[in-house]
């Protein structure tokens, strides 16, 4: 018997979805929220919180280590600070959520939703600025995204996923900034990052093989140890980068005498 698509979607993602600790209200969530005293953290850790409008509310400095926010709307959330370590964003919506200085390691965002429409606006970009996203899986269009400063270290952003099913597009950060971010060891396998600014990021160890980095900004980048293989370079700026000599697969690398050097 062949088990129809749409319920085998059903069975891999059920785990995810009802994962976590006890489940809560919007009006719970809003409400302690609401009476937590200054001085004092708001704490959703292990908390289960999937699949509730979320939106437009304060998670300034939250506790949310391991909590289970699957399939949330959290549009226009104020998640700056917030320890949202370990916690479970999958198909959650990003739509202009604040994530700067945000503590995001080892977090899972697959499928999360950062646009309204099918062209993304860098008006509803979600900021991660100086977020920390080591080690996290992440498959979404994060197109302009700022991710200055971020620190990414680790990051899964390959289409080689953990998860049976993956994404129908690519990782795309089309357009991001991520000067000054931390992108050593990083996965970015097949990651679009056309036109995205990496000036001063260090890219040591990543791996980049067959990533689209067409007109992509790595003035005074770090290289070194960073799988190119099959890289596009076709009019990237890599003046001053560092760690050339010790970079891999730069011979394989695509249009690299079209480079900016």
Excluded at 23 to 29: D, F, P
Excluded at 169 to 188: K, M, R, V
Excluded at 211 to 233: E, F, H, I
């Amino acid at each position: 018997m062949r088990i129809p698509f749409t319920l085998l979607i059903a069975v891999v993602l059920a785990p995810a979805a009802s994962a976590g600790g006890p489940r809560l209200t919007v009006k719970q969530v809003s409400e302690i929220l609401a009476k937590t005293a200054p001085g004092h953290l708001a704490d959703f850790s292990y908390k289960d919180l999937s699949f509730l409008d979320l939106s437009d509310l304060d998670f300034r400095q939250a506790k949310l280590v391991g909590a289970n926010l699957y399939g949330a709307d959290l549009s226009r959330d104020n998640l700056s600070g917030a320890d949202l370590s370990g916690a479970n964003l999958d198909h959650t919506v990003i739509t202009r959520t604040n994530f700067a200085g945000a503590n995001l390691a080892n977090a899972s965002l697959y499928d999360s939703a950062a646009y309204s429409t099918l062209e993304p606006s860098p008006a509803e970009a979600p900021n991660f600025v100086g977020a920390n996203l080591s080690r996290a899986h992440v498959v979404a269009r994060l197109n302009y995204v700022d991710m200055h400063g971020a620190d990414l270290t680790g990051v899964h952003m390959s289409m080689a996923t953990d998860h049976l099913i993956t994404a129908v597009q690519n990782n795309d950060l089309s357009g991001c900034n991520l000067s000054d971010a931390n992108l050593t060891d990083a996965d970015l396998r097949q990651v679009r990052l056309t036109f995205a600014n990496l000036t001063n990021a260090n890219l040591s160890g990543a791996t980049l093989v067959s990533s689209d980095m067409t007109r992509a900004d790595l003035s005074g980048a770090n290289v070194a140890g960073a799988n190119l293989t099959g890289v596009d370079l076709d009019g990237t700026v890599m003046r001053h980068v560092k760690g050339l000599q010790e970079a891999k697969g730069l011979d394989r690398a695509r249009n690299w005498d079209k480079a900016v050097r």
